[in-house]
T-cell receptor, first 112, second 113 residues
Framework: DAGVTQSPTHLIKTRGQQVTLRCSPK?????VSWYQQALGQGPQFIFQ???????QRGNFPDRFSGHQFPNYSSELNVNALLLGDSALYLC???????????FGPGTRLTVL | GEDVEQSLFLSVREGDSSVINCTYT??????LYWYKQEPGAGLQLLTY?????DMKQDQRLTVLLNKKDKHLSLRIADTQTGDSAIYFC?????????????FGTGTRLQVTL
C-alpha cells in the first residue's frame, strides 16, 4: 500500500519563475492538504482540496494556487517566485470525515 | 486564536525517558497530534489523542493531555539513538468543512550515548 508520494524531490528556480509541485495521496484517501515548511519552522497550512475544490485556505497570497484531479492527486502552483518561497513543501492526505493527515516526503524548493 | 508552543531543544541519554512538552491556545481543538521529522524527510505520524481523553499509550509512547491548562506532553520510554529527530505537536479543529493542522515550531531531541 503506497503512502503519499511527491515529485520532484528537489527543485531549483530563479526569482520570477513559476513552479508546479505534484502529490499523489495515500491509497483510499480523497483529501489533499499542502503545507510550507521554512527552515527551522513548523509547517504552515497553505490550502486543502476535496472533490476538486479548494475547501480552506491559509494565509498565503494568490500566487499560490492548486488543483485536484478526479483521481485525487493534486498540484501546487507558485507564480512569480520570491526568495522567501524557498522551503520544504509538504503534501498530506486524509480521508474526508477523518482529521488524521499522513504526509509525503516533501519537495525541497530553492529560489535563487 | 491558534498558537502552539514547544521548547526548542531536549537532550537525553540513551535508555532514559524523554518528555517533550507542548502548549496550545485553541480550546476548540478536536485532535492533538505528535509527528516526528528526521533530517531532510517528511513528517511521520507517531500518535494522536482526542481532546476528550487524558492519556493514550502506544508501546514506548505515552501522551498526556491536560485540557484545563491546554498542555500536551509526549513521553518516550527507553529512548534510543534512532529517536533523535525533531518532534512537532499539532492541533486540529473541525471547521465543519475542513480540518487544518496548526503546528508548533518543533522540539529537537538529541539522544547521547
Amino acid at each position: 500500500d503506497a503512502g503519499v508520494t511527491q515529485s520532484p524531490t528537489h527543485l531549483i528556480k530563479t526569482r520570477g519563475q513559476q513552479v508546479t509541485l505534484r502529490c499523489s495521496p495515500k491509497s483510499g484517501h480523497d483529501t489533499v492538504s499542502w503545507y510550507q515548511q521554512a527552515l527551522g519552522q513548523g509547517p504552515q497550512f497553505i490550502f486543502q482540496y476535496y472533490e476538486e475544490e479548494e475547501r480552506q485556505r491559509g494565509n498565503f497570497p494568490d500566487r499560490f494556487s492548486g488543483h485536484q484531479f478526479p483521481n485525487y492527486s493534486s498540484e501546487l502552483n507558485v507564480n512569480a517566485l520570491l526568495l522567501g518561497d524557498s522551503a520544504l513543501y509538504l503534501c498530506a492526505s486524509s480521508l474526508s470525515g477523518s482529521d488524521t493527515q499522513y504526509f509525503g516526503p516533501g519537495t525541497r524548493l530553492t529560489v535563487l | 486564536g491558534e498558537d502552539v508552543e514547544q521548547s526548542l531543544f531536549l537532550s537525553v541519554r540513551e535508555g532514559d525517558s524523554s518528555v517533550i512538552n507542548c502548549t496550545y491556545t485553541d480550546s476548540s481543538s478536536t485532535y492533538l497530534y505528535w509527528y516526528k521529522q528526521e533530517p531532510g524527510a517528511g513528517l511521520q505520524l507517531l500518535t494522536y489523542i482526542f481532546s476528550n481523553m487524558d492519556m493514550k499509550q502506544d508501546q514506548r509512547l505515552t501522551v498526556l493531555l491536560n485540557k484545563k491548562d491546554k498542555h500536551l506532553s509526549l513521553r518516550i520510554a527507553d529512548t534510543q539513538t534512532g529517536d533523535s529527530a525533531i518532534y512537532f505537536c499539532a492541533e486540529t479543529y473541525d471547521t465543519g468543512t475542513a480540518s487544518k493542522l496548526t503546528f508548533g515550531t518543533g522540539t529537537r531531541l538529541q539522544v547521547t550515548l
